[in-house]
C-alpha cells in the first residue's frame, strides 16, 4: 500500500514545470483576480486546466515534497512533489487577518501518505530524509511554476 501512495508524487530528478497561472485582476472589483491554472504531469503534459476567482491581491500554490535519502534514489525511488492548494493571498496584513479567504484543494489537498510521513516521521526516518510544505505566491500575470528537489519557484512569462 505504501508503494502506491508514493507513485501518487511525481519525481524530482531536477527541476521540472508543474504549472502554468495566468492570474487576472476582476474589473471594478478590489482585491479579487481570475486564475487559471494549468497543472502538468511528471513528462509535461497538462492534466487539467480550470479557472478560479480567488480573494486577495496575490496567488499561491502550496505543494507537499518527500525527500528520500540518497540510498533509495540508487532503486529509482527520488524526492517528489505533490501540488495541494490553491489560495488567495493579500499584500496588506491586516486584509489577510480580516478579509474573506480563498483556499482550493488540488489534487485532493494533502493526502494519507504525507500526513503520516509527518505524524511518524521516526518510525519513518530511515526511507524519508525530509517531508515539508511548500510554497510560492506572485502577484497577477502568466508565470511557470517549477518544483525543483528543494521548492516550488515562480518565472514570469513575457
Known sequence: MGTFLVQSYLGLTGEIKVAHIHATPIANVAHEMGVEVILYDGKGHATSDKTYLLQGDEWMLQGDIVKFPAWLNVIGL??????????????????????????????????????????YRSWFAPFVDAEYGNAVFQTTGSFDVFATQDALIARPIG
Open 78 to 119: 527520488h524526492a517528489g512533489y505533490k501540488l495541494t492548494r490553491l489560495e488567495g493571498r493579500y499584500d496588506d496584513i491586516n486584509l489577510e487577518n480580516s478579509a474573506h479567504h480563498t483556499a482550493i484543494a488540488l489534487n485532493g489537498g494533502d493526502d494519507n501518505f504525507f500526513k503520516t510521513t509527518y505524524a
